[in-house]
């Protein structure tokens, strides 16, 4: 008797360890999930402005190479 009790509650533990894992790791995925879509939506923003300053070194060269020197200034100037 005491053997299937002490099983029932070694089955019962483990299942509980396993609802804890899986919580977890649910709850880690839901953190990621979160990340990855902010990364994405940088990685969006990155490229619009990539293709808008392609446009403006197209349409207005002068312009560009203006805001453009100082940018390559602070770029060499940091580390």
Known sequence: MEMRLAAVRRGHNMVKRDRDSV?????????FRGYAASYRGQAADTRTETALRATIAKQFPQLHNREESPRLLLEIRLP
Do not use: M, S
Request: glycine residues 12%.
């Open 23 to 31: 919580g977890l790791i649910t709850q880690k995925a839901r953190e």
